[in-house]
């Protein structure tokens, strides 16, 4: 299959090594005192590693891949009930993890949903995550505040709307601040609603 992985120019590279440690899928390695990219099925295009290169090595590019295994569990589910579905169509999902210029930003519908939503809500894949960029967080377990990522995100990236899903519980209201906080400090007026969910999985405020 065709797609986006990255490309290692090796006269560039200094050899520091801070690509291997910015990618999350293990793809990248040093060998011989330079990076390369040890498995191209590994890597996930996302680009962790092109903004922590010192010296400009790493670049997109689009060729010929193995699918990856997570791929081919994607497609094996369009057999299953839509109910059953998934809709995940990115990875990393952690608000603390993804960079705030990976590609799949762009002319997105974004969805910010607390890690408790998705476990209250059955049908949470298909009534919420479908059709939106979904990323994830908990601002009590992270013990820190996203709005300052959140602006990064909407401010690089073209982002059509904003949805927050969030549980009734009190917690809960940290990551609703901070992307009404974001939406203030992004300097551009996007469409947001806010969904809550109670703890038996019913919809306190509107439903999409």
């Not at 120019?9 to 090594?17: F, T």
């Not at 369009?78 to 705030?100: C, F, G």
């Given at each position: 299959?065709?797609?986006?992985?990255?490309?290692?120019?090796?006269?560039?590279?200094?050899?520091?090594?801070?690509?291997?440690?910015?990618?999350?899928?293990?793809?990248?390695?040093?060998?011989?005192?330079?990076?390369?990219?040890?498995?191209?099925?590994?890597?996930?295009?996302?680009?962790?590693?092109?903004?922590?290169?010192?010296?400009?090595?790493?670049?997109?590019?689009?060729?010929?891949?193995?699918?990856?295994?997570?791929?081919?569990?994607?497609?094996?589910?369009?057999?299953?009930?839509?109910?059953?579905?998934?809709?995940?169509?990115?990875?990393?999902?952690?608000?603390?993890?993804?960079?705030?210029?990976?590609?799949?930003?762009?002319?997105?519908?974004?969805?910010?949903?607390?890690?408790?939503?998705?476990?209250?809500?059955?049908?949470?894949?298909?009534?919420?995550?479908?059709?939106?960029?979904?990323?994830?967080?908990?601002?009590?377990?992270?013990?820190?505040?996203?709005?300052e990522k959140l602006t990064d995100i909407l401010k690089l990236n073209d982002i059509k709307s904003v949805t927050v899903a969030r549980m009734e519980v009190p917690c809960c209201g940290g990551i609703e601040r901070a992307v009404k906080t974001a939406l203030q400090n992004?300097?551009?007026?996007?469409?947001?609603?806010?969904?809550?969910?109670?703890?038996?999985?019913?919809?306190?405020?509107?439903?999409?």
């Amino acid at each position: 299959m065709v797609r986006k992985i990255i490309k290692i120019n090796e006269s560039k590279c200094c050899g520091c090594g801070l690509c291997v440690s910015a990618c999350q899928e293990e793809a990248i390695g040093i060998v011989d005192g330079k990076a390369k990219l040890l498995r191209d099925d590994y890597c996930d295009g996302l680009g962790n590693c092109l903004p922590v290169c010192p010296v400009g090595a790493i670049a997109f590019e689009e060729r010929e891949t193995k699918a990856k295994e997570r791929d081919i569990r994607r497609r094996s589910t369009q057999t299953r009930p839509e109910s059953a579905q998934a809709h995940l169509s990115h990875w990393p999902v952690q608000i603390k993890l993804v960079p705030p210029n990976a590609p799949y930003f762009s002319d997105a519908n974004l969805l910010v949903a607390a890690d408790c939503t998705a476990y209250a809500c059955g049908n949470f894949h298909g009534e919420y995550m479908k059709g939106r960029i979904t990323i994830i967080g908990c601002p009590k377990l992270d013990g820190g505040d996203y709005s300052e990522k959140l602006t990064d995100i909407l401010k690089l990236n073209d982002i059509k709307s904003v949805t927050v899903a969030r549980m009734e519980v009190p917690c809960c209201g940290g990551i609703e601040r901070a992307v009404k906080t974001a939406l203030q400090n992004c300097g551009k007026m996007i469409p947001w609603q806010i969904v809550t969910i109670s703890t038996d999985g019913n919809i306190v405020s509107p439903r999409l």
